[in-house]
């Protein structure tokens, strides 16, 4: 992960450059994914946001004691920008309790808790939305172009920690309904990193449409490149929100919780 600084520009961002901000790099001692970050209301009663982040079940099944290591920002949208190092430690019983798992995908969620004094120097912004998962005005079809942002290993990071932007073509046909099983194609060149990359529909120019998230490459070499990327659809992301909202109203306890550490550093590291 590139630790650089990058001044970036506020005014005029269009629909990738706000993915951008919204999806940070995931890793284990075993492994590496892409993450994204969703907004969400707990309850009607609460006025700010949950943070929820999205990424790849199969990176974290390789989390073992932990720790599990997220790389949030620092500096606002228009300044300089570093990255920043959180180490979440899971409870030593039960790695799996801090987050959920889509029973058919490989896809998983969990809430990040952020105490007061990493709130004041972390920028984890998003701009995605769950109401965005409910918006069906633009379904996809097969040859729509769509853009995916990851992590891969061959160029892991860029300067500020920011993923990097592919475009492909859907590629499979059904994409949408229950004939589809919740997946899609897209050719697209994907390497070991993508999985857990937001993919959006780039055409849309100011908000970021939410189509799908990468979970895996076809190919069969496991380090290799490939030139179609699985995905699953928008559906089946909302279909993971409701199952952490599920689970939230029937916790279940551990007896340790989950101490976030975080590590500020502007240091070069791959």
Not at 59 to 68: A, S
Not at 151 to 178: I, K, M, N, Q
Request: charged share 20%; proline share 8%; aromatic share 6%.
């Amino acid at each position: 992960m590139a630790a650089l600084i990058l001044p970036c520009c506020a005014e005029g961002m269009n629909a990738a450059e706000k993915m951008m901000w919204s999806t940070y790099p995931v890793a284990t001692p075993k492994g590496a994914a892409t993450g994204f970050i969703i907004r969400r209301h707990h309850s009607i009663f609460q006025k700010k946001r949950e943070l929820v982040m999205i990424t790849s079940n199969h990176v974290l099944e390789t989390l073992g004691g932990g720790p599990l290591l997220l790389v949030l920002r620092s500096g606002r949208v228009g300044s300089k920008v570093a990255p920043l190092f959180l180490l979440i430690m899971p409870p030593t019983e039960e790695a799996k309790s801090f987050y959920v798992t889509h029973p058919l995908h490989d896809i998983s969620a969990f809430k990040l808790y952020l105490p007061p004094e990493v709130e004041e120097i972390a920028e984890t912004k998003s701009f995605v939305d769950e109401d965005m998962l409910n918006d069906q005005v633009t379904p996809l079809h097969t040859g729509m172009e769509v853009g995916f942002l990851g992590y891969p290993d061959v160029l892991p990071g860029t300067e500020g920690g920011f993923p990097v932007l592919r475009s492909g073509r859907v590629a499979s046909y059904p994409v949408e309904g229950e004939c589809s099983g919740g997946r899609f194609l897209i050719n697209s060149d994907v390497y070991a990193g993508d999985s857990g990359a937001p993919v959006i529909w780039i055409r849309h120019a100011r908000r970021p449409k939410l189509v799908g998230m990468v979970i895996q490459r076809v190919g069969p070499e496991a380090r290799s490149f490939s030139h179609l990327a699985v995905a699953v659809n928008a559906e089946v992301i909302r279909q993971t929100l409701q199952m952490l909202a599920d689970r939230e109203s029937h916790p279940v306890r551990t007896k340790d919780q989950n101490l976030p550490m975080l590590t500020p550093s502007t240091q070069n590291s791959r």
